[in-house]
């Protein structure tokens, strides 16, 4: 046996989790975010115009995906079905040209 996983586990300092949720690590992505060189002019003015036409439900979902809300959160929290909500973010991610929700959250933070 090569080590003995219980052990090793035991001599690990304990660090506190934080969650995605927490102020200050949303205060952290943020700054990381913001940190990332800003996209040229002409996809700024098509990320507005795009955002001008994103439904009210659509720019309610888009919040609640970047403040890190998973599908069956937002969900609950609008009470709807967790595929309507995907269906949602599908959308989103067709209108806004991203090529997955981390792409969209990061579109969502740059305007």
């Not at 506190?16 to 002019?41: K, T």
């Not at 659509?58 to 403040?67: D, F, G, K, S, T």
């Amino acid at each position: 046996m090569l080590c003995d996983y219980g052990k090793v586990v035991a001599t690990m300092p304990r660090q506190p989790q934080r969650s995605l949720f927490d102020p200050d690590m949303l205060a952290i992505l943020g700054e990381a975010v913001g940190a990332w060189p800003s996209p040229e002019a002409s996809e700024a003015s098509q990320d507005s115009t795009v955002r001008a036409h994103l439904t009210p439900r659509e720019n309610l979902i888009l919040a609640e995906i970047v403040r890190g809300h998973s599908s069956k959160e937002v969900a609950r929290a609008l009470d709807i079905s967790p595929r309507t909500v995907e269906f949602h973010r599908a959308n989103l991610l067709r209108k806004c040209g991203a090529k997955n929700t981390a792409h969209l959250v990061r579109k969502a933070l740059g305007d």
